[in-house]
């Protein structure tokens, strides 16, 4: 099945700072999604983007399709940005998503 | 106005009962998914159902079984529950394949 690994596992940053969050993936997809859980437990999702550019708020993100490869932007932290940001993917011909295993990122007042 | 609730958010039981967890969406949704979060965050899908239809069966034991009463609806019952069970089990939707899914606030299975 296709893999999917997210750089770095954990990231611990000053309030205010920005972040690059990377996913890689093996296999072509005609679905990638971030999500956001936050430390209560609840997963929200913050961007459909299997390809292209998207921006919302602080955040943004870009996927390189043909590179196999997301990045997600949080500029300007907030302690309330803290949480394990995951990457989730689906293959070509398949129809389920598949995690990576996160990063963890801590965001210090 | 929850877009998708699961019942009940904690739940503790002994070795070997049988549970249910029920979730709901009131997206208008055509497609449900059960997945599983284990002890270290990682997530999988169990179960996916389209239209009340099952479409994607993960290799999951038989003691798990998904039932769709309408689309709206996908509950979890869970048989003769094991040690290995103990996980967060969160249900999520979304319009169809290929489309943002969205999750519910997950149920905390311990199992004592």
């Known amino acids: 099945g296709i893999q999917v690994e997210q750089s770095p596992p954990d990231l611990i940053l000053q309030e205010g700072a920005n972040s690059t969050l990377r996913c890689n993936f093996s296999?072509?997809?005609?679905?990638l999604q971030w999500f956001h859980q936050n430390p209560w437990g609840q997963l929200i999702n913050l961007f459909y983007i299997p390809s292209g550019t998207k921006q919302n708020g602080r955040l943004s993100a870009t996927t390189v399709a043909t590179e196999r490869y997301s990045l997600l932007y949080i500029s300007s932290s907030q302690t309330t940005d803290s949480g394990v940001y995951f990457c989730a993917v689906e293959g070509l011909g398949n129809e389920k998503l598949t995690f990576g295993t996160g990063t963890r990122l801590t965001i210090i007042p | 106005d929850t877009a998708v609730s699961q019942t009940p958010k904690y739940l503790v039981t002994q070795m070997g009962n049988d549970k249910s967890i029920k979730c709901e969406q009131n997206?208008?949704?055509?497609?449900m998914y059960w997945y599983k979060q284990d002890s270290k965050k990682f997530l999988k899908i169990m179960f996916s159902y389209n239209n009340k239809e099952l479409i994607i069966n993960e290799t999951v034991p038989n003691r798990f079984s998904p039932k769709s009463p309408d689309k709206a609806h996908l509950n979890l019952h869970i048989n003769s529950l094991e040690l290995g069970d103990s996980a967060v089990y969160f249900c999520?939707?979304?319009?169809?394949?290929?489309?943002?899914?969205?999750f519910g606030d997950g149920t905390r299975l311990s199992i004592l």
């Open positions: 997206l208008g949704h055509d497609t």
């Open positions: 999520a939707s979304s319009l169809g394949a290929e489309q943002p899914q969205h």
């Open positions: 296999d072509s997809v005609n679905n």
